[in-house]
């Protein structure tokens, strides 16, 4: 009876053991979960600077981390900053995962950023420390839209697409702005196949629509000022300048700004926003990234 005793409680423990490196490879196998914790395949963030402090991991991209909990993204890690949202409030990072990560100063991977390649384990640089608005696993190499469209130092997004707060309608384009007078490059090739020159002031809208073929898409340009030599029937091409910062067809010469439109198909006039509450386009995010354009 005895031997039989011993030989049970072999097997016992020989299967304990084996549950044990089985919990143990599915535990290193599978991927963590936000638990404060920074594993393997993880970028984290942390509160304080060298590492220290709670921790806050991530195995993808967040465009925007949340200001308020308790939806925001936060720090869940034990130790200094636990329990407050991450925004603005990181000291250092680690990377972990097998891709570089970009931390951006703004929300929605704009401004500023701090690239950090795998394995790295670092403070962020002045300008990111405790102004990390958004992180981007494997960042593109796309250009921003608000870049393509005027150059130089690039211009603002002043309303996106259905970005509407205070006026009445659906927006069916992207407003951006740099200054009156900044050249406006055209964002995709194409034939031209409207112009409406305008003036500045409310009643004077402008108008220059390119149609691009192979895309069987039409990208029209608003408020600005079309440049003289532009005519009807002429192909342009990426980052031609085809006009410059105006307010035609705008109350204030404060407003100015280029209105970028992607329509479907041929078209030669935007659809209208104001006072309108269906929405004519689709999205145009897709489209934009398809032709190496970042929205913003």
Known sequence: MRTLNRILTAATAALALTGAAAATFTSTASAAGRDGVCDDGEFCYYFNSDNQGSVSDFTGSVADYGTEQPSCYDFKGPGAGQGQCIKNAAASVWNRSSQTVRVHYNTGYGGAHQDFAPGAKANLNPTMKNQNASHEFNPTTRTNMSFGLYELSGGSITCGFDGYTTT??????????????????????GEVIYIARGANGSSGLSTISVYNSSLGKTVIYLHSAPRSGLAVG?????????????????????????????????????????????????????????QGYNVR
């Open 168 to 189: 009445p309608g659906r927006h069916e384009g992207i407003d951006i702005a740099r200054g009156i007078g900044s050249d406006v490059h055209a964002l995709v090739p």
């Open 234 to 290: 002429q192909q342009v091409s990426r980052g031609q300048v085809i006009a410059d910062e105006a307010w035609r067809g705008i109350s204030s010469s404060s407003g100015a700004h280029t209105h970028v439109e992607m329509r479907p198909g041929r078209q030669t006039h935007a659809a209208k926003s104001v006072n309108d509450y269906t929405l004519d386009n689709p999205n145009p995010t897709s489209f934009w990234n398809s």
